[in-house]
């Protein structure tokens, strides 16, 4: 497919007079979160973020040559004991305990792997693999038990999940990450939408074809509820985080648009 004005997307092979819109969809995230009451948890507030190199390494099956030979920064561990049969905290910093770090996240080949594998693409290089102890959990919620009930856990999962169960009282913390720009940035609404909690968050979209009017209508009329307050509180209670009022005003411009260039079939 090739972009051209706007929103609209134009086949390069095969049937080249399709053409498809892309809406944005909602806002996603992956977050990192431990026990917020644990010793790890203040062993994150000294470290004040984690980096990708560190958290490849927690991670990653890779021992520290490997990780080396493809990119890794080994200043990531400030205190490395030197064995690639450990992964502790301490090697992290010399103030977090000495405790074997537990780490799980969301399955790896079931409904949940696309959330895996996009961890997975964010941090490590070509087919690199998780850890052998990772834990591979179905269940959302499983997920911020684990961390709850593991010493020394850290687990990867969905905003949504982890922002609902933070709002039942479970009491996870929120892992800051280090963006691109160097700055420590903490998973909120606010940081997701303005596509500054990176690099796990990411704004995801939705394409209907242009090119044919009944499949557009179509299209549109699903577009038009995710659009509208009872759409965007599906997806908030459900599974994103919603649209800002600015991304809205736009589709909805886009929304008539499309309308008015088939206008003459929708009467």
């Known amino acids: ?8 997307y134009n086949c390069l ?10 809406f944005k969809a909602f806002y996603d995230a992956v977050v990192l979160i431990v026990d917020n009451s644990s010793s790890v948890a203040e062993c994150v507030k000294t470290l004040g973020c984690l980096t990708s190199d560190q958290i490849r390494w927690m991670f990653s099956n890779y021992t520290e040559a490997q990780l080396i ?6 200043s ?6 030197g064995s690639d049969e450990t992964h502790l905290w301490s090697e992290l910093h010399a103030s977090c305990p000495a405790e074997e770090i537990a780490i799980a996240g969301t ?7 696309g959330e895996a594998e996009y961890f997975q693409k964010t941090f490590f290089k070509g087919v690199e693999p998780l850890r052998k102890s990772y834990v591979s959990i179905i269940d959302h919620d499983a997920i911020t038990q684990f961390v709850l009930d593991t010493p020394g856990a850290i687990a990867f999962n ?4 982890a922002h609902h169960a933070a709002e039942l009282g ?39 074809l242009k090119s044919n009017c009944t499949a557009l209508k179509d299209g549109l009329s699903y ?6 307050p009872e759409g965007q509180l599906d997806i908030e209670h459900t599974y994103g985080v919603p649209l800002t009022d600015a991304d809205i005003a736009a589709g909805s411009s886009e929304i008539a648009a499309l309308y008015a260039g088939c206008a003459s079939l929708f009467l």
């Not at 690099?199 to 995801?204: K, W």
Request: glycine share 6%; net charge positive.
């Open 158 to 161: 969905s905003y949504h999940a």
């Open 1 to 8: 497919m090739k972009k051209c004005i706007g929103y609209s």
């Open 170 to 208: 479970l009491d996870t913390k929120f892992v800051p990450i280090k963006s691109p720009s160097g700055q420590c940035v903490t998973a909120t609404k606010e940081t997701v939408q303005s596509l500054t909690y990176l690099p796990l968050g990411r704004l995801t979209y939705m394409y209907v």
């Open 76 to 81: 990531a561990l400030s205190n490395s004991d």
């Open 107 to 113: 399955d790896t080949v079931g409904r949940l792997s």
């Open 223 to 228: 577009i038009e509820y995710a659009y509208s």
């Open 13 to 22: 092979i095969g049937d080249t007079t399709r053409s498809v819109a892309e």
């Open 69 to 74: 030979a493809t990119g890794w920064n080994s």
